[in-house]
């Protein structure tokens, strides 16, 4: 998944763009001159000149962790091979032996005559041709506000020219200098200036502290976006409002294709009616099913219309460390409850294409347990009411207030299945009569003959032990439209089917890829404010598991 | 105005008739005098004395910050029986003005210096210990100055501060002077610098000749050129610098009024200084500057004079001094030193006047007391 950046307010020559840069560079100027200055440099730093360039940073998703309405958690991989370039003025001590007696002690100085004499050379340094490639770990917490983190060193090469290019000594010295203080920017000083600025926009006794106006907290506002593509990444959508085309900012926050929406129609009447038909969601995968067994082959790669590439570089981990501390209010303690489902799920699909599947390993049969197991018919009382179809509309899908927080329970030994058992969560009161909330239980291993819809599945052995994340969605925009609504609860159970699967150890045997790609449409219109490409890079070594 | 201390190692030259004027350093001490003079800044208060001919403490106390100030003390081998109290001080022995340059002297022979007893010589070398302790910021200040040869002085001085990269540093130098010509290398260990100085007079060699030869009415104007250069090489950093400077100056013996011209050259940093100073009279002084540098084509021009008030015109006795400098860059400094009784003041002010939201930059008065 790629982001989509809507870079042209920044090249076109408009009012709001040179107001961006007039406020940019007034912001760099200040940074820059902000922090005691070495020596050498005799004069205030200005920033002549700035231009981003035309050409947009590359952000792609790695991962998502974490996902709820006021946090976030993710891993991003960041490269940018535009043409931005950045012009600073300012005046040097171009003699070493008068910024050598600033630093020393007078008394033991050795007093020069006039060896010593200020030759001050007005310098102008031209950054430009930055290469960035990078690994971004951002999270976001209203709490305690955006972490952001580069998990390597970014900056893969970066040209210093100045006036003293003719010089090759102090082009030299100039050129690694430059480097090594935008290494430290980057690794350094950006992720704490985030942090500063993001803890003065949602943390209210942070910006008291500092005296400033509180921005209102809207929990909408700062991850609110649309499918343009205003934003920068995540976090230059929260601090850099300016990056952000004001017309975007009060449409809803979700548009979906009608194609999408007739897909997901489509998926949704495959379920009721128990169709084989299984549509798939292309260039989406997950990535523990996928890469969990190493080279293990998944059901992925089914129908066949997908090429035939390697989906081990494609493919990515929820990350599991870190999470059980996350709290516990979230929209989604309304849990689904599993939907009448068929094999028309289709969930890895191992069995429809068998063919197709060159690198499979032992396949494992996985049954859907379209009917609801004791346990969890036990632990949710909730859920006795025969489930009705998911087609009502919703003002908001958001957690219905009053509902207990609790997780699945976790099935420890298959559970075959019973007759359906359609359960309902009774909606809230507070909100509109959403209620169709469906859940999906996996089991395994299932003795194939016992189910309804059973499955070819290869997945890696995990140990249970292990904690998984569970995703959320960040369901915060009411709409009246029904397909939305549908659209929003479809993949709220998308998620809801991730935490279980996580729980029984990421032992999935796949999934509709159209499931997946709305999935992370849902996180990206809902949650990021960004727009997402379906276009998907290849993963680095160090996220191949 | 000098401090005690300052004044108590002058007395140890003069006793151990060691010459700082002959000195690559001291080539623009009258330009520096007139026009770099520094001004005091809040109050100042010093307490000093001599309490034994070898042994003087001296105490400070300022109000720059909170409370700051300094304990001193200071030993010295050879009695100094040329420190004079505050009250009965020459005020031109603690003050800087125009220096007057005297003939060279040629160094002593060291015969001289030698003191036999019972067949065996007991002559040491005369040294001098100073420390200074800062407070509250407890930065120290250590020297050590030893009279080797009468030709020869080696000195170390040292600061120690816990705010200094490596704690402090310590520089080391060695001085000659023969008269003819003076020669200084020292060694740093902030950044591991190295440098040499060295000037040399043109002229009569007070080793060949040790009097001048007698005036003769036809003579053309008395005076002595000198030259000298300076380099310095720092090791760590890898940065060097250097300077060469001419002085013409005119001797005691001179009919017209003492004068002073020196230039300066930077030849790495394109830098030039030219002074021009005069004494009209016994009680005053002007001197005047030009800096420029031919690279960045930055000038200078700065004006600076010293007017001598005598509190009595018939005994040849001086009541203070005013000193005021005015240049582009650096702006207006006035300076009045003078006695009062007992005390030593000194009262000045920095002005600078392109600056219209902070025209006085710094106010001070200080104040000396010495036994």
């Known amino acids: 998944m790629a982001f989509n950046f809507n870079w042209t307010p920044l090249t076109t020559s408009n009012t709001s763009s040179s107001a961006f840069y007039s406020h940019a560079k007034s912001l760099l100027t200040a940074a820059l001159n902000k922090s005691q200055k070495p020596p050498i440099i005799v004069d205030d730093i200005f920033v002549e000149e700035l231009n981003l360039g035309q050409s947009a940073p590359e952000l792609e998703i790695l991962e998502i962790g974490d996902l709820a309405e006021d946090r976030f958690r993710g891993i991003f991989r960041m490269s940018y091979d535009g043409d931005a370039f950045l012009t600073l003025r300012t005046k040097v001590q171009a003699n070493p032996l008068n910024t050598y007696l600033s630093t020393t002690p007078s008394y033991t100085s050795p007093m020069p005559l006039a060896a010593s004499s200020p030759l001050t050379i007005p310098l102008q340094i031209t950054l430009s041709q930055f290469r960035l490639s990078g690994f971004i770990i951002l999270v976001f917490s209203k709490a305690k506000g955006i972490t952001l983190v580069f998990r390597n060193d970014p900056l893969e090469s970066l040209k210093v020219s100045s006036t003293f290019d003719t010089i090759p000594f102090i082009k030299d010295y100039l050129q690694k200098e430059i480097e090594r203080q935008v290494r430290g920017l980057f690794q350094e000083e950006l992720p704490v200036a985030v942090h500063r600025l993001s803890l003065r926009l949602w943390n209210p006794e942070y910006a008291a502290s500092l005296g400033l106006d509180v921005h209102d907290p809207d929990p909408s506002s700062p991850i609110d976006g649309s499918e343009d593509g205003s934003g920068d990444d995540a976090k230059a959508a929260f601090t850099n409002p300016l990056l952000s085309p004001s017309d975007n900012s009060d449409t809803p926050s979700i548009v979906f294709s009608q194609k999408n929406l007739a897909a997901l129609k489509g998926l949704s009447e495959s379920q009721k009616t128990l169709s084989m038909r299984t549509l798939d969601i292309p260039d989406a995968v997950f990535r523990a099913w996928a890469s969990g067994g190493g080279s293990s082959s998944t059901g992925w790669e089914k129908n066949g219309d997908v090429p035939s590439t390697p989906i081990g570089p494609q493919t990515y981990t929820f990350s599991d460390s870190g999470e059980a501390t996350s709290s516990a209010a979230s929209i989604s303690s309304s849990r689904p409850s599993l939907a009448p489902s068929s094999s028309s799920m289709s969930l890895g699909g191992g069995t429809s294409t068998p063919s197709t599947r060159t690198r499979g390993k032992k396949k494992k049969h996985r049954v859907v347990n379209l009917r609801p197991t004791k346990e969890s018919s036990d632990s949710d009382p909730a859920a006795n009411k025969p489930t009705s179809l998911p087609t009502q509309t919703t003002t908001s899908s958001s957690s219905p207030a009053g509902q207990k927080e609790e997780d699945l329970p976790t099935p420890r030994a298959p559970t075959f299945p019973t007759p359906p058992q359609p359960q309902l969560i009774p909606s809230t009161p507070t909100t509109s009569a959403f209620s169709q909330e469906q859940k999906i239980v996996f089991e395994s291993p299932v003795s194939p003959t016992s189910s309804i819809a059973t499955e070819n599945i290869t997945y890696p052995p995990t140990s249970p032990s292990h904690h998984r994340p569970q995703l959320r969605a960040a369901l915060a925009n009411p709409s009246g439209i029904l397909e939305q609504a549908f659209v929003k609860k479809l993949a709220h159970e998308m998620q809801k089917r991730i935490e279980e699967e996580r729980m029984k150890r990421g032992v999935m045997g796949g999934a509709n890829r159209k499931m997946w790609c709305e999935v992370e449409r849902e996180l990206a219109g809902v949650g990021l404010g960004i727009g997402m490409g379906m276009g998907m890079g290849m993963a680095p070594p160090a996220y191949r598991q | ?371």
């Open chain 2, 1 to 371: 105005m000098l401090t005690y201390m300052d004044y108590v190692q002058n007395a140890f030259f003069q006793a151990t008739s060691w010459n700082p004027d002959n000195s690559y350093v001291n080539l623009t001490a009258t330009a520096r005098a007139l026009l770099d003079f520094p001004t005091p800044r809040g109050l100042k208060m010093n307490i000093s004395s001599l309490s034994t001919p070898k042994f003087g403490t001296s105490y400070a106390l300022g109000n720059l910050g909170v409370v700051d100030g300094s304990v001193s003390y200071l030993y010295s081998s050879l009695p100094l029986h040329n420190v004079r109290r505050s009250a009965e001080v020459d005020l031109h022995d603690v003050t800087t003005g125009y220096r007057q340059l005297a003939e060279l002297r040629p160094p002593d022979d060291e015969r001289f210096w030698e003191v036999w007893k019972g067949g065996l010589r007991v002559d040491g070398r005369n040294a001098l210990l100073f420390g200074r302790m800062y407070l509250p910021t407890s930065t120290l200040e250590a020297l050590y100055l030893r009279r080797v040869k009468p030709t020869t002085q080696f000195r170390i001085t040292a600061v120690s501060d816990g705010r200094l990269k490596s704690g402090g540093t310590i520089m080391a130098m060695m001085q000659h002077d023969f008269g003819k010509w003076s020669g200084e290398y020292l060694y740093s260990t902030d950044g591991a610098l190295i440098g040499a100085r060295g000037l040399y007079n043109f002229g009569r060699d007070p080793r060949k000749q040790p009097n001048p030869p007698p005036r003769t009415s036809d003579e053309k104007a008395i005076g002595r050129f000198s030259m000298g250069a300076e380099f310095y090489y720092g090791i760590l950093n890898k940065s060097a610098g250097m300077s060469t400077a001419l002085r013409y100056t005119t001797l005691p013996t001179h009919p017209n009024a003492p004068t002073t011209m020196t230039l300066t050259l930077t030849p790495l940093m394109g830098s030039m200084s030219a002074t021009y100073a005069i004494k009209a009279g016994d009680a005053a002084a002007f001197c005047s500057r030009f800096d420029f540098n031919m690279y960045s084509y930055e000038s200078d021009l700065s004006l600076g004079c010293e007017i001598w008030r005598r509190e009595d015109v018939e005994k040849e006795d001086f009541a203070g001094v005013l000193k005021a400098r005015v240049s582009q860059t650096s702006g207006i400094g006035l300076l009045w030193e003078g006695r009062l009784k007992h005390l030593l003041f000194s009262v000045g002010a920095a002005i600078d006047l392109r600056r219209k939201d902070q025209l006085v930059r710094a106010v001070g008065l200080e104040l000396q007391y010495s036994s």
